[in-house]
């Protein structure tokens, strides 16, 4: 029992390390949702800017010269319309036009063949014709007959409007723009967006870092002063173990030696009343010690229930093992009856070892015990009137292994305590505990 079983010792670089990869892991998520959001940002406007363009052109350009002769299939009126279309329209990523009628039939397209053909109008269609004033896009499907002469161009984004004729026909202009110029517009905007944010990302974990490496080191002395008590309260219970096999063999252990001895020296002499009767009292006297002298040891190794009899009898069962061994003790503990069990148990276990250190090695006449408690804070005061120390002869007993006061002060910090012990040659020693009520 000697060393406690240690836990994982903490890594200040590893855990720094763990912390940067999942910040990067997080960061390539977080950048990964912007540029979808960029993109798709990017391709919104770029198809909002060609839904635009295709109603301006639609009403700037076709409309005035959508003659009832265009309509009716004229070759001049349609040579003219397309010269219009080619010149002013068909330009960048507007590659094909097209101009129906309600019936669905082709009145115009740049690509000749197509007109005149007939094809069933979609119901979006019908609405945009209906309307004249709404303009509505969608994803061209080139598998449609319609489509066949768009095929070659790849992905199309179709944007249609409604149109009238010079004699009012209802009419549908539909245009149709490269579909890469639209993903292009989500890349541009997602490259305007990249450098700035992927920039305040990096920054944010960079900064991040110093919090981490100093949350590390925290985490890193939390566990080292775990391990610290362990280690203490290890050492603190062997050098109890050890104490109390010390007490037993040179004080309950050699009294009850000596009667033995001495009740079978009685038993081999014969009987003799005078000497019997001196030889009995002393025995009875030895035994009253033995017995107090265990009592003492009981106490230590299995405390009294201070939950049901209170800090103020324990206290008082404990200053009965020091006036059995010659040191007055006045008590005054009466106001600290109504503390807690767990403030109590720390009270007690702290007079425990002080008074155990006046018994070993102050050589006090008399000891001085008091416990009050004013509603914030509990506290407990030990004077003996000893021989006192110096603070070197303290070190020296630390460093040779006396661990008592500073598991005693370990204890106490673990409450939330404090414990100052004054001293001097001479002149005795003052130990005070003092104890927050929470």
Same mark, same amino acid.
């Not at 009965?320 to 148990?345: C, I, K």
């Not at 106490?412 to 130990?431: C, D, M, Y």
């Given at each position: 029992? @000697?060393?406690?079983?240690?836990?994982?010792?903490?890594?200040?670089?590893?855990?720094?390390?763990?912390?940067?990869l999942?910040?990067?892991?997080?960061?390539?998520?977080?950048?990964?949702?912007?540029?979808?959001?960029? /993109?798709?940002?990017?391709q919104?406007?770029?198809?909002?800017?060609?839904?635009?363009?295709?109603?301006?052109?639609? /009403?700037?350009i076709?409309? +005035?010269? %959508?003659?009832?002769?265009?309509?009716? @299939?004229?070759?001049?009126?349609?040579?003219?319309?397309?010269? $219009?279309?080619?010149?002013?329209?068909?330009?960048?990523?507007?590659?094909?036009?097209?101009?129906?009628?309600?019936?669905?039939?082709?009145?115009?397209?740049?690509e000749?063949?197509?007109?005149?053909?007939?094809?069933?109008?979609?119901?979006?269609?019908?609405?945009?014709?209906? =309307?004249?004033?709404?303009?509505?896009?969608?994803i061209?499907?080139?598998?449609? !007959?319609?489509?066949?002469?768009?095929?070659?161009? @790849?992905?199309? %984004?179709?944007?249609?409007?409604?149109?009238?004729?010079?004699? @009012?026909? +209802?009419?549908?202009?539909?245009?149709?723009?490269?579909? =890469?110029?639209?993903?292009?517009?989500? *890349?541009?905007?997602?490259?305007?967006?990249?450098?700035?944010?992927?920039?305040?990302?990096?920054?944010?974990?960079?900064?991040?870092?110093?919090?981490?490496?100093?949350?590390a /080191?925290?985490l890193?002395?939390?566990? *080292?002063?775990?391990?610290?008590?362990?280690?203490?309260?290890?050492?603190?219970?062997?050098?109890?173990?050890?104490?109390?096999?010390?007490?037993?063999?040179?004080?309950?252990? *050699?009294?009850?030696?000596?009667?033995?001895?001495?009740? &079978?020296?009685?038993?081999? #002499?014969?009987?003799?009343?005078?000497?019997?009767?001196?030889?009995?009292? !002393?025995?009875?006297?030895q035994?009253?010690?033995?017995?107090a002298?265990?009592?003492?040891?009981?106490? &230590?190794?299995?405390?009294?229930n201070?939950? #049901?009899?209170g800090? +103020?009898?324990?206290?008082?069962?404990?200053?009965?093992?020091?006036?059995? $061994?010659?040191?007055?003790?006045? %008590?005054?503990? !009466?106001?600290?009856? &109504?503390?807690?069990p767990?403030?109590?148990?720390?009270?007690?276990?702290?007079?425990?070892?002080?008074?155990?250190?006046?018994?070993?090695?102050?050589?006090?006449?008399?000891?001085?015990?008091?416990?009050?408690s004013?509603?914030?804070?509990?506290?407990?005061?030990? &004077?003996d009137?000893?021989?006192?120390?110096?603070?070197?002869?303290?070190?020296?007993?630390?460093?040779?292994?006396?661990l008592?006061?500073?598991?005693?002060g370990?204890?106490?910090?673990?409450?939330?305590?404090?414990? #100052?012990?004054?001293?001097?040659p001479?002149?005795?020693?003052?130990?005070e505990?003092?104890?927050?009520?929470?």
């Amino acid at each position: 029992m @000697g060393t406690p079983q240690r836990d994982r010792a903490v890594s200040v670089p590893g855990l720094v390390v763990r912390f940067s990869l999942a910040g990067l892991v997080v960061m390539v998520l977080l950048a990964s949702v912007i540029a979808a959001l960029a /993109r798709e940002a990017g391709q919104d406007q770029a198809i909002d800017a060609a839904q635009e363009v295709t109603a301006v052109t639609a /009403r700037g350009i076709a409309e +005035p010269r %959508l003659t009832a002769q265009l309509v009716d @299939g004229d070759p001049e009126q349609l040579t003219a319309f397309n010269d $219009a279309m080619q010149r002013y329209v068909l330009t960048g990523s507007l590659v094909r036009v097209k101009l129906w009628d309600a019936d669905g039939r082709v009145v115009y397209s740049d690509e000749s063949r197509l007109i005149g053909r007939r094809y069933p109008l979609g119901e979006e269609e019908r609405e945009a014709l209906v =309307d004249q004033r709404g303009t509505d896009s969608e994803i061209s499907d080139l598998t449609q !007959e319609e489509n066949e002469f768009e095929r070659p161009f @790849g992905k199309l %984004l179709e944007v249609y409007t409604g149109v009238s004729s010079s004699d @009012g026909e +209802p009419l549908l202009f539909e245009a149709y723009f490269r579909y =890469d110029a639209v993903a292009a517009a989500g *890349q541009a905007q997602w490259r305007s967006y990249a450098p700035p944010a992927l920039a305040a990302l990096l920054l944010l974990q960079l900064v991040q870092i110093p919090f981490a490496w100093s949350l590390a /080191r925290r985490l890193q002395r939390q566990q *080292q002063d775990r391990q610290r008590l362990l280690q203490h309260a290890v050492d603190a219970s062997a050098a109890e173990r050890r104490r109390i096999a010390g007490d037993l063999h040179d004080g309950v252990v *050699q009294q009850l030696t000596g009667v033995t001895y001495a009740l &079978d020296a009685a038993r081999l #002499e014969g009987l003799d009343a005078e000497r019997d009767a001196a030889l009995v009292r !002393e025995t009875a006297v030895q035994l009253r010690s033995s017995t107090a002298a265990l009592r003492s040891l009981l106490v &230590d190794i299995y405390p009294p229930n201070l939950a #049901e009899e209170g800090l +103020p009898a324990a206290l008082t069962e404990l200053a009965e093992g020091l006036q059995n $061994a010659g040191v007055r003790v006045a %008590l005054d503990v !009466e106001s600290a009856a &109504d503390l807690t069990p767990e403030v109590s148990s720390v009270l007690f276990r702290s007079a425990q070892e002080v008074l155990r250190n006046v018994v070993a090695h102050s050589r006090a006449q008399r000891v001085e015990v008091q416990a009050r408690s004013d509603g914030q804070t509990a506290v407990l005061v030990v &004077d003996d009137d000893g021989r006192g120390f110096d603070q070197a002869d303290l070190e020296e007993q630390r460093a040779a292994g006396h661990l008592g006061l500073r598991a005693l002060g370990d204890l106490v910090a673990r409450a939330g305590g404090r414990l #100052e012990v004054t001293s001097a040659p001479g002149q005795g020693t003052r130990a005070e505990v003092s104890v927050p009520l929470r």
